[in-house]
C-alpha cells in the first residue's frame, strides 16, 4: 500500500483504466497482492478523502477517516461484488465513518460544553475547527464572502448541507452521491438545489447579489 493513502488536496496522474481493469487490480487485491491494492488507494485516494472531508468539514478528521476507510475496505475486499463501482463502494464506507465520526465529535462537544444550546451542536464544533485557518476557498472568494459563506453552510439542515458539500466537492457525480449518501438521485438534486437557494437568500441579506 502506499505510504500516504490520502495525500494532499490533489489526486496523483495515475492514467484512465477501465472498470475491467479496475476490476482486475481488485481480484488481485484479494488474493493478497498488496501493491494491487496500492494502485487502488492512489486511484481512490482523492475521492474518499474530499467525501470524509465534505462531512467532517476539519482536514486532519478526514485524513484519519479515509485512513480507516481503506483499511476496512482491505479487509472487506470479499464482500465487493462489482454490483457499483470501486469507487463508489469505498467512498461510502469512508462517508459512513464520516457520519459516525461526526456523531461521536458532536457527542464529546455537548459533554464538554454542557451549557451548548441545540444550535451550538449540529457539526458547529467540527466546523469551528476547520475554520482555524485559510483554504483555498478563502483564496478564491475572498476572505470575508469565504468566512460568511462557510458560517452559512453550517446553519444548513445537515441532509441538505451534506448533499450540497459532497457534490459541490466536485468528485462525484449526482448518480455517486446518491449512491453513498443513500437517497434517490432526485433527492440529492432537489436537496443541492434548496441548499444553494437558502444559501443565496442568506448572502443577499448580507449585501451580496446572486452572482
Same mark, same amino acid.
Given at each position: 500500500?502506499?505510504?500516504?493513502?490520502?495525500?494532499?488536496?490533489?489526486?496523483?496522474?495515475?492514467?484512465?483504466?477501465?472498470?475491467?481493469?479496475?476490476?482486475?487490480?481488485?481480484?488481485?487485491?484479494?488474493?493478497?497482492?498488496?501493491?494491487?491494492?496500492?494502485?487502488?488507494?492512489?486511484?481512490?485516494?482523492?475521492?474518499?478523502?474530499?467525501?470524509?472531508?465534505?462531512?467532517?468539514?476539519?482536514?486532519?478528521?478526514?485524513?484519519?477517516?479515509?485512513?480507516?476507510?481503506?483499511?476496512?475496505?482491505?479487509?472487506?475486499?470479499?464482500?465487493?461484488?462489482?454490483? /457499483?463501482?470501486?469507487?463508489?463502494? =469505498?467512498? *461510502?464506507?469512508? &462517508? #459512513?465513518?464520516?457520519?459516525? +465520526?461526526r456523531a461521536s465529535l458532536s457527542r464529546w462537544w455537548r459533554?464538554?460544553?454542557?451549557?451548548?444550546?441545540?444550535?451550538?451542536?449540529?457539526?458547529?464544533?467540527?466546523?469551528?475547527?476547520?475554520?482555524?485557518?485559510?483554504?483555498?476557498?478563502?483564496?478564491?472568494?475572498?476572505?470575508?464572502?469565504?468566512?460568511?459563506?462557510?458560517?452559512?453552510?453550517?446553519?444548513?439542515?445537515?441532509?441538505?448541507?451534506?448533499?450540497?458539500?459532497?457534490?459541490?466537492?466536485?468528485?462525484?457525480?449526482?448518480?455517486?452521491?446518491? /449512491?453513498?449518501?443513500?437517497?434517490? =438521485?432526485? *433527492?440529492?438534486? &432537489? #436537496?443541492?438545489?434548496?441548499? +444553494?437557494?437558502?444559501?443565496?437568500?442568506?448572502?443577499?441579506?448580507?449585501?451580496?447579489?446572486?452572482?
Amino acid at each position: 500500500m502506499s505510504e500516504n493513502p490520502t495525500g494532499g488536496p490533489a489526486p496523483p496522474s495515475t492514467g484512465c483504466v477501465t472498470d475491467a481493469q479496475l476490476l482486475e487490480l481488485v481480484d488481485r487485491a484479494r488474493q493478497g497482492d498488496t501493491e494491487a491494492f496500492g494502485d487502488l488507494v492512489d486511484r481512490h485516494r482523492h475521492a474518499v478523502y474530499r467525501a470524509a472531508l465534505a462531512a467532517l468539514r476539519s482536514p486532519e478528521e478526514a485524513e484519519d477517516v479515509a485512513q480507516e476507510a481503506f483499511v476496512t475496505a482491505y479487509q472487506k475486499l470479499d464482500t465487493f461484488r462489482g454490483e /457499483a463501482s470501486f469507487k463508489t463502494w =469505498v467512498v *461510502t464506507i469512508a &462517508w #459512513r465513518k464520516a457520519l459516525d +465520526r461526526r456523531a461521536s465529535l458532536s457527542r464529546w462537544w455537548r459533554t464538554a460544553r454542557p451549557e451548548a444550546t441545540a444550535a451550538d451542536e449540529p457539526g458547529d464544533a467540527i466546523e469551528r475547527l476547520a475554520a482555524s485557518g485559510p483554504s483555498q476557498e478563502d483564496e478564491f472568494l475572498g476572505s470575508e464572502l469565504a468566512g460568511h459563506l462557510r458560517r452559512l453552510v453550517t446553519t444548513l439542515p445537515a441532509k441538505l448541507r451534506d448533499s450540497l458539500l459532497l457534490v459541490g466537492s466536485g468528485d462525484y457525480s449526482y448518480e455517486e452521491a446518491a /449512491a453513498v449518501i443513500g437517497a434517490p =438521485v432526485g *433527492t440529492v438534486k &432537489w #436537496r443541492v438545489s434548496e441548499a +444553494r437557494r437558502l444559501l443565496k437568500r442568506k448572502l443577499a441579506r448580507l449585501g451580496y447579489g446572486d452572482d
